[in-house]
């Protein structure tokens, strides 16, 4: 067992959260272990000659590769790339090497996950040696075992995998913060055998979206927009009961939220709606709930950019319907918005105001996401989307913490249940009472 008990975060300032409940690095004497690290490096691939296209994910779990060499551990290195049946369903061969020259430290490939040639590697393996082993979603049962049931891991960790590879490590640190959502072998099954414990991406995600959730500067507020709007009115909830202290919305969550106020929105996206939100009706009436309880608290649009043929046309919320479809949030709400965004202590953004592929309708996004990028306290973009049109804007260095996560980061605003983050409180709670 390690020389701490209890969590210890690495600027010691994060006290409050639930997810404290998790053992790290810093937990255990490193020197001369051997560790199986789980990474997220699934990454966009070109599937004409399998070139990685960004390699953001690489860099971020390079520091924990890094850190875990230099401690003079033996690295085994577990991740995914796609899922089969897709065009970039590849070999980490590219990934490794990529790695390998961000951490100028060598890392061997070997194209196997826990055959023959695997177990010899792993077992010449010398201290601060890293090694890399091909794409868990190769091995069949990776896909298979994906499911959580009654919190119970035994399948994952009874599969071949988890079998043959854990009685060769002494640790299991889960990275992944990015596919914590999933319940595969490879990202709950070592938890069971093997210490399970945060490396240093998972704890620095569970850090910031927590503390921004939970405790972060005031006033604190969520800027929630894009089409995923079931998912967005969860995050609402979520947030509102956690204390954020607005909710500022864009896109399709803000035309649920004017539909839930009892707005007539116009046939068009009413429409949008019906055809793309999944239980619209549950998802309208989840926003109807959320305006009788936190009425002050949920901010929709009082203006908006309707697209009249391809041009940009600003209306008043009063003089809905009208026969176009809504595509931005209007400039009074801009402006009202950005008031709102420069007074923030802490901000969290998911999700664009409008359709801002679209030039003529990309001005709320641009302008919510620079001011979010110009206010100097906790800002955290989540969502693999979101981190892109950051990205894209050149944005993301001005923000506090962006999220490696898409559809895990959702789920952990969501307050859903992540089965990679059961699986490290269990192991906490098994291993400190050792
Ligand atoms: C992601 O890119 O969101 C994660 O790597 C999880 O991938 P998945 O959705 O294929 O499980």
């Not at 420069?342 to 996004?365: L, S, W």
């Amino acid at each position: 067992m390690g020389q701490n008990s209890g969590y210890t975060t690495v600027d010691g300032e994060f006290d409050t959260l639930e997810d404290r409940s998790f053992l790290t690095i810093d937990d255990f004497k490193i020197e001369g272990k051997v560790i199986i690290l789980r990474i997220d490096i699934n990454s966009s691939v070109n599937p004409e000659n399998g070139d990685i296209l960004d390699n953001t994910r690489i860099k971020r779990h390079a520091d924990t590769v890094k850190e875990l060499s230099e401690k003079n551990a033996k690295i085994i290195i577990l991740a995914h790339q796609s899922r089969p049946g897709k065009l970039d369903f590849v070999s980490l061969k590219k990934h490794a090497k990529i790695m390998s020259d961000i951490i100028n430290i060598k890392i061997k490939f070997v194209p196997d996950l826990y055959g023959k040639e695997a177990i010899s590697s792993i077992q010449k393996l010398k201290n601060s040696d890293i090694l890399m082993l091909e794409n868990v979603r190769f091995d069949e049962q990776e896909i298979e075992l994906n499911k959580f049931e009654n919190n119970n891991f035994e399948k994952q960790s009874n599969s071949k995998m988890v079998a043959k590879l854990s009685p060769l490590a002494d640790l299991f640190i889960n990275d992944a913060f990015a596919a914590a959502h999933r319940c595969q072998p490879s990202l709950v099954g070592f938890a069971e055998k093997l210490p399970a414990i945060a490396g240093r991406v998972m704890q620095r995600e569970l850090d910031f979206l927590g503390k921004a959730i939970a405790s972060g500067p005031q006033p604190r507020i969520a800027i929630l927009g894009g089409s995923k709007a079931a998912d967005s009115v969860a995050i609402s909830e979520y947030f509102l009961k956690k204390g954020v202290d607005y909710v500022l919305t864009g896109g399709v969550v803000a035309n649920i939220f004017l539909i839930a106020a009892g707005i007539n929105i116009g046939k068009s996206s009413n429409e949008f709606i019906k055809k793309n939100i999944p239980n619209y009706e549950d998802v309208i009436d989840k926003a109807k709930y959320l305006l009788k309880n936190y009425n002050d608290q949920i901010i929709y649009p009082n203006d908006v950019a309707l697209n009249n043929e391809g041009n940009r046309l600003g209306v008043q919320i009063e003089s809905l319907p009208t026969e176009y479809p809504i595509h931005d949030i209007g400039l009074d709400t801009l402006v009202n918005y950005i008031e709102y965004i420069d007074k923030a202590g802490t901000v969290i953004a998911n999700g664009p105001m409008g359709v801002f592929e679209d030039a003529e309708f990309a001005v709320g996004t641009r302008e919510v996401f620079q001011s979010i990028s110009n206010n100097p306290n906790m800002t955290v973009v989540g969502g693999g989307e979101t981190a892109m049109a950051f990205n894209q804007m050149g944005l993301t260095s001005k923000i506090e913490h962006v999220s490696t996560g898409g559809g895990a980061c959702i789920a952990f605003m969501a307050d859903e249940t992540m089965p990679a983050l059961e699986a490290m409180r269990r192991s906490k709670n098994k291993y400190s009472k050792e």
